[in-house]
């Protein structure tokens, strides 16, 4: 494992991690491990528990690779989705709530991902131009798999404002990307 | 025929996103964005923007895990490579020198030759079929030894508790053993002895939560462990014999073992 994995495009690695291919596996692992440690660090309190979180969610990529269709979305989206799912059940049983924002600060390391063109330099400072509430909203709602009445709740504020500004922050970020 | 940018502004993408709409919304979405390639294309601006937000986060975890993880997986060569290398061995080892004399008339050596030919034969049937029973040997072994291996990780979890269930008076030599992470929530049970049950009948594990008994699914006699269903809390595990699939509630009368939980 200690061999430089050649570069892989999406459908190789899919068709290589459906022949549950080991190297395969630890290719995904080192690009995507990074991206969804942050996500659920930010969703759940202690480094451990996030570290608990993270094996379970590879565990379930793994079990689950079969079943992501690449028509219906991209790979990311997909696992963020059984991250977020993973979260999810983890915070309604043991009724926690979202870490605020501030107390989560967390070295940023760079290092290669499986797209090329994304420096997390460059990336973390167009998302330092949104604003800490829009941060907080995405966070909630897109990795912690808050529901828009949770999250008004949790803000206190009124619900149609959290929608509103839960679509704001993402059309924010989406022009700083420059998409 | 629906009006597409009114449907992207709508914000139903970024909800669907989310996961913040109805299952009927949802379906509506993935359809529409199979019809429309607008709608498909602002779903992936939107999901690559989530996604760069992500990696803007990332954090690196302990390199520690990752192992950790790969452990945790059956992968391919796991098994397929000791075969491969087992068979070549086995044959390699097992091919037989039969000694032949050089100085035999033309009749004796043809049934020399058909001998060695059916002696041959016989010999790689027999290897063969020899190689093959190693080879489910070692896979046989090398599940065994993930299991164990799975075992040992689970005792070193401080969250995880063994609770021995022990047999009462209607068998009292049955026992059970559950494994319970009040952490993950994760419960696992290995059979260490119960009487084997009629083929209409199954043995059902419950939790005592609040003196309540809250069903955990029901199991078959093996002393592997197998995943039962979840409980955050439990005061006593209890097993009882109940119809196939299990019942809703237990019958207390079809009570085998019981253990409490310590502390």
Same mark, same amino acid.
């Given at each position: 494992m200690g061999l430089k994995t050649p570069k892989l495009n999406e459908s190789e690695?899919?068709?290589?991690?459906?022949?549950?291919?080991? !190297?395969? &596996?630890?290719?995904?692992?080192?690009?995507?491990?990074?991206?969804?440690?942050?996500?659920?660090? #930010?969703?759940? !309190?202690?480094?451990?528990?996030?570290?608990?979180?993270?094996?379970?969610? &590879?565990? #379930?990529?793994?079990k689950n690779i079969a079943q992501y269709d690449s028509s219906k979305g991209r790979l990311f989206t997909w696992m963020l989705n059984i991250a977020r799912n993973t979260s999810i059940d983890y915070l309604r049983v043991n009724r926690l709530e979202i870490q605020d924002i501030d107390t989560a600060v967390y070295t940023v390391e760079q290092s290669q991902t499986i797209y090329e063109e994304i420096n997390s330099n460059e990336l973390k400072e167009v998302v330092s131009q949104l604003k800490p509430e829009q941060q907080t909203l995405i966070e909630m709602v897109y990795w912690g798999g808050y529901t828009h009445e949770e999250a008004a709740q949790r803000l206190d504020m009124p619900l149609g404002t959290v929608k509103t500004r839960v679509r704001s922050a993402l059309r924010d970020l989406r022009k700083f990307f420059g998409a | 025929m629906i009006n597409v940018k009114e449907y992207i502004e709508s914000g139903i993408l970024e909800d669907f996103l989310s996961g913040n709409v109805s299952e009927q919304e949802r379906r509506e979405v993935e359809c529409l964005s199979k019809i429309y390639p607008e709608i498909r294309t602002e779903l992936d601006i939107l999901s690559d923007t989530i996604e760069r937000y992500a990696f803007a986060n990332k954090v690196t975890p302990p390199a520690a895990l990752k192992s950790k993880i790969m452990a945790q997986l059956a992968f391919a060569d796991d098994v397929v490579d000791t075969k491969v290398e087992d068979a070549t061995e086995e044959e390699e080892d097992s091919v037989p020198v039969l000694p032949l004399n050089s100085r035999s008339n033309s009749f004796q050596w043809g049934w020399v030759a058909a001998a060695s030919v059916a002696a041959l034969i016989g010999t790689v049937v027999y290897f063969n079929a020899r190689v093959e029973t190693l080879s489910t040997t070692v896979a046989q072994q090398q599940t065994e030894i993930k299991t164990q291996t799975e075992q040992i990780a689970q005792l070193n979890d401080a969250n995880n508790q063994f609770v021995t269930l022990k047999g009462v008076e209607k068998s009292p030599n049955s026992s059970v053993r559950v494994l319970w992470n009040s952490k993950t929530q994760e419960v696992q049970l290995s059979v260490l002895s119960l009487p084997e049950p009629s083929s209409d009948k199954q043995?059902?594990?419950?939790?005592? +939560? /609040? /003196?309540?008994? +809250? @069903?955990? =699914? +029901?199991? @078959? +006699?093996?002393?592997?462990?197998? $995943?039962?269903?979840?409980?955050?809390?439990? *005061?006593?595990?209890?097993?009882?014999? *109940? $119809? $196939? /699939? =299990?019942?809703?509630?237990?019958?207390l009368e079809e009570l085998y073992v019981m253990g409490k939980v310590a502390g």
């Open positions: 690695l899919l068709e290589l991690l459906r022949r549950q291919d080991r !190297r395969a &596996f630890s290719y995904l692992y080192d690009n995507y491990s990074e991206a969804l440690y942050g996500v659920v660090l #930010k969703v759940v !309190r202690t480094e451990e528990t996030a570290q608990d979180l993270l094996q379970e969610i &590879f565990v #379930k990529i793994w | 043995y059902q594990l419950w939790a005592l +939560v /609040g /003196g309540k008994p +809250v @069903d955990l =699914g +029901v199991f @078959d +006699v093996t002393t592997a462990f197998q $995943k039962m269903k979840t409980t955050g809390q439990a *005061e006593a595990f209890a097993v009882t014999l *109940e $119809k $196939k /699939g =299990g019942n809703p509630t237990p019958h």
